[in-house]
């Protein structure tokens, strides 16, 4: 099928280098705190969800997130695929594509809450995932070709 061979010892060896840098990011963890707060005193409770406030806004917000996550979870498993094939990208580009796409998504989480606190939780989430919807329109309209990789590699990250 014209896949390249994996060096499955490289593979390991940057499994093994990633896990201390995965421990040190649970580290802050640790130092979190959090507020209790009431649980709902039966599990009918719970599924009813009678404890819930402001059901409507969270009904939007989880409806979004589901047609969000759906296409993003079908969509995420070609990306190697598009980008190798359809762009021809190598395999050390796709690496280096992932790794940049990896970076991004922490700066976003190291930003989220200064976001949240200047437009609150639902519009910071709502703003962030509209704002996603022409980049990933813009991996589908770049030119299969080598000139829009960058394109697609600033869109991805």
Do not use: H, Y
């Not at 421990?23 to 599990?43: H, N, Q, V, Y």
């Not at 309209?141 to 000139?147: G, W």
């Amino acid at each position: 099928m014209d896949v390249p061979d994996l060096n499955v010892g490289m593979a390991r060896w940057m499994l093994a280098l990633s896990l201390p840098l995965t421990l040190i990011a649970l580290a802050p963890l640790w130092f979190m705190t959090e507020r209790r707060d009431d649980l709902a005193g039966s599990f009918p409770d719970l599924v009813t969800l009678r404890n819930v406030v402001n059901f409507p806004a969270i009904a939007k917000l989880a409806l979004c997130n589901l047609m969000v996550g759906l296409g993003m979870g079908l969509a995420t498993r070609f990306f190697n695929i598009f980008f190798n094939l359809g762009i021809g990208a190598t395999d050390r580009q796709l690496s280096a594509i992932f790794a940049a796409a990896a970076l991004a998504g922490a700066a976003a989480v190291l930003f989220s809450g200064m976001l949240v606190r200047r437009w609150g939780i639902v519009r910071s989430i709502s703003i962030t995932q509209v704002a996603s919807v022409p980049f990933l329109l813009l991996m589908v309209f770049v030119p299969l070709a080598a000139p829009g990789l960058p394109m697609v590699v600033i869109s991805l990250s």
